[in-house]
């Protein structure tokens, strides 16, 4: 029976995906909205084809690893010093920057400090995966507006790792049975012990990355076999995601450190182009398996509170992405499609209010309006790029600025 609803539901979502993503791409809407639009018609809510769609997203999540670990693999020394400026500049304003208005307009609203800076933290991010995605499908991914916005972006992933570390000490909240956030071998101990064990952790990932890991990729290379390279790999990225698991950290995180070791690797190419089928194949999971979490039910009972944060959302991180981008010398057209283009909400905005909920940081009826309005913002996302890709060209073409090509 049980195989026989494993096999129903993956019928339902290949063919959810199937109809709904070549829809979204030839209207324009990039295939990241059409995953999130299929998710949502099979889901609960709507048409309730699928069951609960946490089993899905356990699964799903391992897209989102596979997809650290890839953008690890990119940050080559070089890479990271050409875009210095951006990484440190806009990355890091755009994040403190958002971060900090998003904390004062919390605290306005009542929130108490900690829990204002957790939520204003996490709707700092933006989606990776999203963007990149729907910037590629665009063709101006390797343009300067699209370098800068993937170096936003890049910031953006490395901060997930202070924002984990720091959301233990924010709690106020004592929760039963230890919360998703205490599912670690580590629950038990005091949360700065938790964060130090998590430390230890990554250093000894960047440690065994060093020693062990290159001379091992070399000896698995030399057997010959194509698929044993891709297997090992796989066995990389699962295995840091267990001890990951096991300190009470995210998995992504710990796939994200280990893509970084690699950066340099002679087989990161190598790496990349057997991985990225799947990643792409995990991801489009991941992000039905948002559409059909979205809670249509909270969103009709409460419509104006929701719409209301997705319009403060969009607004609040298009002006303060817009300023930073034209204080740091780019063309308004460029600032306007980087602003517009990071306006919504992240992947990663689940993960950590997930973790900060069952830390005892934010309260569950101050999370569940705000992951229907992340959602709901991520949705819109090809929305705002098609709007910043018009502004940029009817900028520039009314400003006489040029681009280069």
């Not at 267990?242 to 070791?261: D, E, R, T, Y």
């Not at 990161?268 to 809670?295: K, M, T, W, Y």
């Not at 969009?314 to 602003?339: D, N, P, Q, S, Y």
């Amino acid at each position: 029976m049980a195989e026989a609803n494993l096999l129903e539901s993956a019928f339902v979502y290949l063919t959810a995906t199937v109809v709904s993503v070549p829809i979204a791409k030839r209207r324009g809407l990039g295939s990241g909205l059409g995953y999130l639009i299929a998710g949502a018609v099979i889901g609960p809510y709507v048409l309730n084809l699928v069951g609960d769609p946490e089993n899905v997203m356990h699964t799903a999540e391992f897209g989102v690893v596979i997809m650290l670990f890839l953008i690890g693999l990119e940050l080559q020394p070089s890479l990271l010093w050409r875009l210095r400026t951006a990484i440190l500049g806009m990355g890091g304003l755009q994040v403190i920057g958002t971060g900090a208005i998003a904390t004062g307009l919390g605290m306005a609203l009542g929130l108490t400090w900690q829990v204002a800076l957790a939520v204003g933290l996490t709707l700092s991010l933006s989606s990776t995966a999203i963007v990149l995605q729907s910037l590629r499908e665009k063709g101006i991914a390797g343009t300067e507006a699209g370098r800068a916005t993937f170096s936003v972006l890049l910031f953006q992933d490395i901060a997930i790792i202070p924002m984990l570390a720091l959301f233990p000490f924010l709690a106020t909240i004592t929760v039963a049975g230890g919360g998703d956030a205490a599912k670690g071998a580590l629950a038990a101990y005091p949360g700065w012990a938790q964060g130090l064990a998590g430390v230890v952790a990554v250093g000894a990932i960047v440690l065994a990355g060093r020693v062990l890991l290159r001379p091992m990729f070399r000896w698995v290379a030399a057997s010959g076999l194509h698929e044993i390279l891709t297997a090992f790999a796989l066995l990389l990225v699962v295995g840091v995601a267990l001890l990951m698991q096991f300190v009470g950290i995210s998995p992504a995180l710990g796939a994200f450190v280990a893509g970084v070791v690699l950066a340099d690797s002679e087989f990161r190419h190598q790496i990349e182009s057997d991985i990225d089928p799947l990643r792409s194949l995990l991801l489009g999971l991941f992000f039905i398996s948002v559409g059909a979490g979205i809670n249509f039910a909270l969103l009709i009972a409460q419509p104006w509170l929701i719409l209301g944060l997705v319009v403060a959302l969009v607004i609040v991180k298009a002006i303060v992405m817009f300023t930073i981008a034209r204080a740091c010398g780019r063309m308004t057209g460029e600032a306007a499609l980087i602003g517009l283009g990071l306006a919504q909400g992240g992947e990663f905005a689940f993960v950590l209010f997930a973790f900060a909920e069952g830390a005892g940081v934010i309260p569950a009826e101050v999370t569940a309006p705000l992951i229907v309005a992340g959602a709901l913002s991520m949705a819109i996302t090809p929305l705002l790029l098609l709007a910043g890709d018009w502004a940029m060209r009817r900028l520039e073409s009314g400003s006489g600025e040029a681009r280069a090509p």
